[in-house]
């Protein structure tokens, strides 16, 4: 039996009969395939780039302006919660626990040299640029505490609780603020290599008794 197909010749035996149905249900089977293929291909690739955001979400560090005054905020609310209140010793000792450990969480970051961090523009982020974010952050907490501390120390003059600015005082509050970075590092450090959390310290930082002011 001759026949033709799109063209082409066909030679089939006398006793084989062509079955349209069968023709018909193979094309089906083979579109279906088709269609399997490419949503499992489909889905595959979803997946894959769910675990791509996924792990892109987890490397990226929120280098909020509020996470020092946070964490600070965070430790003088324990203080309040165990003494009743804080003084500026309290304050000066939690900025400078504060920067220990966010500094702290910085190096456990890149503790592994596999990891890679991006900021919230997606751009590349190294240790380098944290540690620089952190000691402005931390400028930034010395001014305004220490603009604080001058405000209040403006109001005790209106009220005749003091005679007037104690500027030299400021000065040290300032370099308190500086030198309690400095020592709760060195503690961190000191710490970490045996093995012992980091915590808040009762160091005195000059001389300033002009006041006790309690602050958020």
Same mark, same amino acid.
């Given at each position: 039996?001759?026949?033709?197909?799109?063209?082409?010749?066909?030679?089939?035996?006398?006793?084989?009969?062509?079955?349209?149905?069968?023709?018909?249900?193979?094309?089906?089977?083979?579109?279906?395939?088709?269609?399997?293929?490419?949503?499992?291909?489909?889905?595959?690739?979803?997946?894959?780039?769910?675990?791509?955001?996924?792990?892109?979400?987890?490397?990226?560090?929120?280098?909020?302006?509020?996470?020092?005054?946070?964490?600070?905020?965070?430790?003088?609310?324990?203080?309040?919660?165990?003494?009743?209140?804080?003084?500026?010793?309290?304050?000066?000792?939690?900025?400078?626990?504060? !920067?220990? &450990? *966010? %500094?702290? =969480?910085?190096?456990?970051?890149?503790?592994?040299?596999?990891?890679?961090? $991006?900021?919230?523009?997606?751009?590349?982020?190294?240790?380098?640029?944290?540690?620089?974010?952190?000691?402005?952050?931390?400028?930034?907490?010395?001014?305004?505490?220490?603009?604080?501390?001058?405000?209040?120390?403006?109001?005790?003059?209106?009220?005749?609780?003091?005679?007037?600015?104690?500027?030299?005082?400021?000065?040290?509050?300032?370099?308190?603020?500086?030198?309690?970075?400095?020592? !709760?590092? &060195? *503690? %961190?450090? =000191?710490?970490?290599?045996?093995?012992?959390?980091?915590?808040?310290?009762? $160091?005195?930082?000059?001389?300033?008794?002009?006041?006790?002011?309690?602050?958020?």
């Amino acid at each position: 039996m001759l026949f033709n197909i799109s063209g082409y010749q066909i030679h089939l035996q006398d006793d084989f009969k062509l079955d349209r149905e069968y023709v018909k249900s193979q094309r089906s089977q083979n579109t279906d395939q088709k269609a399997f293929r490419r949503d499992t291909l489909e889905i595959s690739r979803l997946s894959e780039n769910r675990e791509a955001i996924a792990d892109r979400m987890k490397h990226t560090v929120l280098q909020s302006a509020s996470l020092f005054s946070d964490t600070r905020a965070g430790i003088l609310k324990g203080v309040r919660e165990d003494k009743g209140q804080y003084g500026y010793s309290d304050v000066v000792n939690a900025c400078g626990l504060s !920067y220990a &450990k *966010l %500094y702290a =969480e910085i190096e456990e970051r890149y503790e592994s040299k596999n990891e890679e961090y $991006y900021k919230i523009d997606g751009t590349p982020l190294t240790k380098e640029d944290e540690i620089e974010w952190l000691n402005k952050e931390y400028e930034n907490e010395v001014k305004w505490q220490t603009a604080c501390a001058k405000a209040a120390a403006r109001r005790e003059v209106f009220l005749g609780h003091i005679p007037e600015i104690p500027i030299r005082e400021i000065e040290e509050l300032e370099n308190g603020f500086y030198q309690a970075k400095d020592i !709760y590092m &060195k *503690l %961190y450090r =000191e710490n970490k290599r045996s093995g012992k959390p980091l915590a808040l310290q009762n $160091y005195i930082f000059g001389s300033l008794q002009m006041y006790e002011n309690s602050k958020n």
